[in-house]
């Protein structure tokens, strides 16, 4: 109130303003012009010009900058001073959009006569909400892009969410792997941490590098395929993407999440701590996720009976995990 004075926050010029966190907040105005309504009450707070009170929008946006003198009221008057008791006090009209105007305000009860405050709400879609709802707004002003093919395998019913954002990320080929940041820096070593023998890319530090072949063979042998390797990120979806009657599709995207997540686990240790794990220790981690992630969802109707299934081909595994 000290910054703003008598003035609508509407009407101050950022540029003016040295403090930069009000200027970074008068500049998200526009953002937040959409969903602020005013219920004119007595009109003592609301501004006649600025707020958005009628379903004309803003008056200075509706008649222009011109507005004040081609309508007889002041810039930064409230609606309560256009309006006393005897009623309107406008201008008479020149033009068909202060005529509208008119009959406009003679629809609308006198704000002398009542006895309420005027009260601003937040509104989205046309709904006036009593509290501020971060989900609706965002909704309301993200932008807006085609579904993408692979978002049903990232972001499917009952994912463990970091693994999922993880699998987002890496499916937008956004992680800092060696390749990507020998593009920035070529005086960086782009051999994969993992395997140290070729470059560190999306596709071969999570699909076609020997260590994670190792990791994958005891995935795919758990989940009850023959041993399966994935050459390009594009099979490897397509393997996730598809149904069979081997193993549920909900069971194969969550242990595949998990094993990215692992892998770049693994490689996150080598490089800042200097610590390693063999592929068999990464699927005991890895075994003790899918059945957490399991049992937290059991309730869940697509979660029902994977347990028994991912159990089913363990046996399989015993001399694998202990070698």
Sequence with gaps: ????????????????????????????????????????????????????????????????????QHIGVPLHAKIRESCPNEGWLLRPARSPKAE??????????????????????????????????????????????KQAVWASVVWFKGHTP????????????????????????????????????????????FLRCSFSEQVWHLVTKRLGYRPTLFHTWTAFGDWLSSSDSTCPTTLRRLAAQATIYQLWTERNNRLHNAASSTPQRIFKDLDRLIRNSILARKERRKFRGLMQVWLKHSWLLVSDVKS
């Design 100 to 145: 509208q105007l008119q009959i406009l305000l003679c629809t609308l009860p006198l704000p002398a006569q009542s006895l309420a405050p005027d009260i601003y709400k937040w509104c989205v879609n046309d709904l006036n909400l009593a509290k501020f709802p971060t989900s609706l707004t965002w909704e309301a002003i993200r932008h807006r892009g």
């Design 1 to 68: 109130r000290n910054r703003i004075k008598d003035e609508s926050i509407w009407s101050i010029d950022e540029e003016k303003q040295r403090s930069w966190i009000w200027k970074s907040i008068l500049h998200l105005r526009p953002l937040a012009e959409r969903f602020i309504r005013c219920e004119v009450g007595n009109g003592t707070s609301a501004s006649f010009w600025f707020d958005n009170w009628l379903p004309l929008g803003p008056l200075i946006k509706f008649f222009g900058h011109n507005g004040p």
């Design 162 to 205: 970091r693994h999922a954002f993880h699998m987002w990320v890496t499916q937008q080929d956004r992680l800092p792997t060696h390749a990507r940041l020998a593009t920035w820096d070529p005086g960086i070593d782009a051999s994969c941490l993992l395997c140290g023998g070729c470059v560190e890319t999306k596709d071969h530090l």
